[in-house]
């Protein structure tokens, strides 16, 4: 085939010409090649000079690992020094979810080395499955050196583990400061997303997730301390480079004294109450407990699934802080303060009213609580019996105004600058609230209700410390939580010094004059305790009732109990403390499970902490040991409860036993006939308060 | 006549000297690679070089006529091998690219780099002068090229069968084909690259925007080129010193003894120890091209220019590899990178140069002239 290129076949080639094409091409090829020898020395140059930093610190990168030390969080102390949270060593296990290949095996293995429970492994499914991937899940802590040894050998068969040697966090006070000071735990995927530290996702580190921790987290985080290790492409450290150490976080000094903080929850017994006290001094808040409560321990490990559902069930809501988010009817508590209300508006302590045990008001018959009356009572003589016909005369001839201007005196309905992220504060009613929240206007009846603590007045325990803590020293002292806290003066209530001496003279009536607080007697020498009584109704009392008698408290559901309550201080002539007690259900079913007895115990341990220890220590035998050994053994109840719900245990026989070992106490029952969550303590407007 | 002996002054000293130079710092950067220890890989690396340099002489004293005589049967040997791996590696169910010789695994596609431009420089040596610009002048060049070029492709390999392609068609350029004809496909084939990258699969484009810009991808397919790169770039100029190198010691340098040597000699010379090995492999295809320039014989300096830009591809697609400036093909460093394979490529090239040499030497020798 001898097919021509058209356009080429004018130009005649020879064997010179193609010779000189030749050299001429080679030396074409020749440049490039030198053209490209040179791009690349440039090029290398670029790299090596002009970007030498950037892959200076690239290859410092990839080189050297940076493990992070979590700090050691810093003491929570009392104002002793004791602390109330400190940190132990202990030896621990993570699992790195992302590194892990065979997550159940690897489970298998561990709880077989670590002997966990299957509740624990439950645990521990159920948060490998939330992780985010790169959040270390723990798997057990406290671990022996033993058991810490053997998963630290096998660790080439277990990818994704991580033991560690770190520190824990400890509460001594266990349960009894669950609410003061919250808990710590793990950070959460969002904590991360949010402030991309990487501190947060270094195994073993903990925030603050409630409570006190919550809010002084920032000072309690030290700052980490790093390893710099020098580590291959596949991980393996090669050598350590540096080292440096972590600085513990700043200790916090709390007003709470420790010893006091503990005796109070154990003193709340079985109830679902909480007791504070405060310094009549300056405010200090020397305890404030809630029971039940969790265990921070516990919670700070790593909760068990069926422990948190334990507790959220529980009719006696261990998982609510009561002293700051319960909110109660005060009842007759606020007597004090109406008393003070009608000193000041001009009525004389000595004018008296005669109690017949019911008074009609509009259309409607007010009671009693004693349904006979009391006959004729002065001022100190309705404090001291809590007579509600003596108030509800009164009341009417000052009206609502002045007395809610008092209660707000006193602290009622007022939210105070509190170190806690959460805290109810309640209602103080007049005329003008009511008109505004329901476009309704306010009646008489609303008066009388509000004037023995009932209708729509509602007020937290630490509130109606406080309110003690006011009418014992006639100033507005304000709550506080850190030991030496910088305060400005507290301002006045703006009474009459007399009025107050003649307050606190019958509140000490109630107590120790044959009053209804009897029970709060302290039986210390030259220490008197003044104190006011109070119930709080959560259901109406129908007149058929009340006609055939009203049913004891002791017959009716948890549920329809009436909260009893207490507020006191002491000694009552020169008050030095204040106590505040409220029992959520408490019905002054059992005389030393009631109020007016704990707040007194509880008081007396300040005066003398021997005497009182004692007397605890008596008690408690009666209700089944301490709270943790009571805590154990609901716990053990629950987990039988469920294992014959899920047909894993011979039903009743086993159950009864359980039963029949067990102290009658409401907390074990209440375990095995879980009640629905407290949604509503709101009563119904109330006719009786005693 | 010099007082030196002939034969001595015959003997190839420069290219010897400059590829002694290499080769003994490939050595010593494999014996870096491998952590301060001359096994496995800078003592086998010698051997080789010695061996393979013998064999460069040998081939240096055959007589250019046997190159071109040889040129076309042996084109054809390696062809059938190709098709025979080709087979082999469809009958294991899987990619074969190689021959296990016993000693060695020989790769054929290897042979066809060198192959390639002696069966192209012999076919226009034997092709009529006045043919050269006719189509019976590209067509048979076309087919040489394109056959093991597809053979290797599908393998497959893409960056032997493009250095395949680009020695055979460096060799048609040489032999004086219109300049228009490659002026023409280059500006074709850069029209139809945009087009044919929108005809690729999503991880095909994948694969090219991760050349483009590595860093998108550290752990992926782009981590060889980052590592290589923080690997040169921390060198600096002076290097971070002899055995001190952090990239390959820790490993985090991919392949650093093979096709990323280059990286390894990079951070621990530096850019000193670059542009003193660029200007050494400069200086060696300075003296093929001069020693192609200055043969007479139209066959010897085709193959002279042709063997001397495949050895440069070699180089120069490495660099740019190891540089960020090409993907990722797998082509390796002469004498640099440990492995048999490329050194018996790229020093049959050498010898054969060094054959060309001597034989325009002897040519040109005074006593013939009478």
């Known amino acids: 085939m001898k097919l021509k290129l058209p356009l080429l076949k004018k130009k005649t080639v020879t064997e010179a010409s193609l010779s000189f094409t030749f050299t001429r091409r080679a030396m074409v090829v020749g440049g490039l090649q030198g053209a490209v020898g040179a791009m690349l020395v440039t090029r290398m140059g670029w790299i090596s000079i002009a970007e030498n930093e950037k892959y200076n610190l690239l290859s410092e990168s990839n080189r050297v690992n940076l493990t992070l030390i979590p700090p050691r969080r810093g003491w929570i102390i009392d104002r002793n020094g004791r602390p109330l949270a400190n940190n132990r060593t202990d030896f621990r296990v993570d699992l790195i979810p992302e590194r892990m290949t065979d997550a159940e095996s690897t489970i298998r293995s561990l709880a077989h080395l670590l002997a966990l429970t299957d509740d624990e492994v439950e645990r521990i499914r159920e948060e490998l499955d939330k992780s985010a991937g790169f959040r270390p899940v723990q798997v057990a802590e406290k671990l022996t050196y033993d058991q810490f040894a053997a998963v630290s050998v096998r660790l080439p068969d277990l990818p994704g583990v991580a033991p560690s040697q770190g520190f824990s966090r400890n509460y001594p006070g266990g349960a009894t400061v669950g609410h003061l000071l919250g808990y710590v735990g793990a950070a959460s995927a969002k904590d991360y997303e949010e402030r991309k530290d990487p501190l947060l996702i270094t195994p073993g580190f903990k925030v603050g997730k409630d409570g006190l921790e919550k809010a002084f987290d920032k000072e309690l985080t030290g700052k980490p301390g790093a390893k710099r290790v020098e580590v291959t492409a596949r991980g393996k450290i090669v050598r350590e480079l540096t080292t440096r150490p972590d600085t513990p976080g700043d200790p916090i000094k709390l007003t709470i004294d420790a010893g006091l903080q503990e005796y109070a929850g154990r003193r709340l017994a079985t109830q679902s109450g909480s007791v504070v006290v405060i310094d009549c001094h300056n405010g200090d808040v020397l305890a404030m407990a809630s029971m039940p409560s969790f265990d921070p321990n516990s919670f700070s490990d790593g909760i068990s699934h069926m422990e948190w559902d334990m507790l959220s069930k529980d009719d006696h809501v261990p998982l609510r802080n009561k002293t700051l988010q319960g909110l109660y009817p005060p009842g007759s508590t606020v007597k004090p303060m109406v008393a003070l209300a009608l000193l000041e508006a001009g009525i004389s302590p000595m004018d008296t009213v005669n109690c017949a045990g019911a008074i009609r008001v509009g259309n409607t018959l007010f009671h009693c609580h004693k349904k006979r009356g009391h006959g004729s009572l002065n001022m100190r003589g309705a404090i001291a019996q809590s007579c509600d016909i003596y108030f509800y005369t009164m009341a009417q001839r000052i009206g609502m105004d002045r007395i809610a201007s008092m209660a707000r005196r006193v602290g009622m309905g007022q939210k105070f600058a509190l170190p806690f992220s959460s805290q109810s504060y309640g209602t103080v009613p007049d005329p003008a609230w009511k008109l505004k929240k329901y476009n309704q206007k306010w009646q008489v009846y609303d008066t009388v209700n509000a004037t023995i603590g009932q209708g729509y007045m509602l007020i937290n325990p630490l509130q109606m410390a406080v309110m003690a803590a006011r009418l014992a020293t006639g100033k507005q002292l304000m709550p506080n939580f850190i030991f030496g806290a910088q305060r400005p003066e507290p301002a006045p209530v703006g009474v009459n010094e007399e009025h107050l001496v003649t307050i606190r003279d019958a509140m000490s009536a109630v107590v120790n004059g044959g009053g209804t607080g009897g029970a709060a007697r302290m039986t210390l020498p030259g220490v008197l305790m003044a104190g006011k009584t109070g119930t709080a109704q959560v259901r109406r009392i129908t007149m058929a009732e009340r006609g055939g008698g009203v049913r004891s408290n002791a017959s009716l559901p948890f549920k329809l109990r009436d909260h009893a309550l207490f507020q006191g201080f002491a000694p009552f002539d020169n008050p030095r403390y204040a106590i505040a007690c409220i029992l959520e259900h408490g019905g002054h079913v059992n005389r030393n499970e009631d109020s007016p007895m704990i707040a007194a115990d509880t008081m007396t341990f300040l005066f003398d902490q021997a005497k009182a220890m004692e007397k605890l220590e008596t008690l408690e035998k009666g209700w089944g040991g301490t709270p943790a050994e009571r805590m154990a053994r609901q716990m053990g109840a629950y987990r039988l409860a469920k294992a014959i719900e899920k047909g894993e245990a011979p039903p009743p026989a086993a159950a009864n036993a359980m039963n029949a070992a067990e102290p009658g106490n409401s907390t074990a029952s209440a375990a095995q006939t879980p009640a629905p969550a407290d949604a509503d303590d709101t009563p119904p407007p109330a006719d009786t308060a005693r | ?370």
């Not at chain 2, 002694?20 to 010593?28: Q, R, S």
């Not at chain 2, 074969?96 to 012999?122: D, T, Y």
């Not at chain 2, 010897?300 to 495949?310: E, F, P, W």
């Open chain 2, 1 to 370: 006549m010099s007082i030196v002996p002939e034969p001595l002054t015959q003997f190839p000293w420069r290219v010897l000297g400059i590829l002694l130079a290499i080769a003994g710092f490939g050595t010593l950067v494999l014996y870096s690679a491998a952590g301060g220890s001359i096994t496995p890989w800078a003592i086998n690396q010698g051997v080789r070089f010695i061996i393979f340099s013998c064999m460069a002489l040998v081939l240096s004293r055959i007589r250019l006529e046997y190159f071109a005589r040889f040129a076309f049967p042996a084109y054809g040997l390696v062809l059938v091998s190709l098709l025979m791996v080709e087979l082999i590696g469809g009958v294991a169910g899987g990619s074969q690219r190689w021959i296990n010789l016993g000693f060695m695994q020989l790769q054929p596609s290897e042979f066809m780099k060198p192959i390639i431009v002696l069966a192209v420089a012999r076919f226009y040596a034997l092709l009529p002068v006045g043919e050269i610009r006719r189509w019976n002048a590209i067509w048979p060049a076309l087919v040489l090229i394109g056959v093991p070029f597809m053979l290797v492709l599908v393998q497959p390999d893409l960056g032997t069968a493009t250095m395949i392609a680009a020695g055979g068609v460096t060799v048609m350029f040489l032999a004086g084909l219109p300049l228009r004809l490659f002026v023409g496909s280059g500006l074709a084939f850069a029209a139809i690259v945009p087009i044919a990258f929108s005809f690729l699969h999503d991880y095909q484009k994948n694969r090219v925007l991760i050349f483009m810009d590595p860093e998108s991808d550290p752990l992926g397919a782009g981590y060889h080129i980052s590592q290589s790169k923080i690997a040169i770039g921390s060198g600096g100029i002076f290097g971070k010193g002899f055995l001190k190198g952090t990239q390959s010691h820790l490993d985090y340098l991919p392949e650093g003894h093979t096709d990323f040597v280059f990286a390894t000699m990079a951070e621990e010379w530096g850019l000193l120890g670059g542009v003193l090995l660029i200007g050494a492999f400069m200086l060696l295809f300075r003296w093929g091209i001069g020693v192609s320039m200055r043969s007479q014989d139209k066959y010897a300096r085709l193959v002279a220019a042709g063997l001397t830009t495949t050895v440069f591809f070699y180089v120069a697609i490495n660099l740019m590899m190891v540089m960020g400036l090409a993907p990722v093909v797998g082509i390796p460093l002469p004498f640099m990178s440990y492995g048999g394979s490329s050194m018996l490529t790229v020093m049959l090239c050498v010898g054969i140069i060094m054959a060309i040499e001597r034989s325009g030497r002897q040519r040109n020798r005074p006593g013939s002239w009478g």
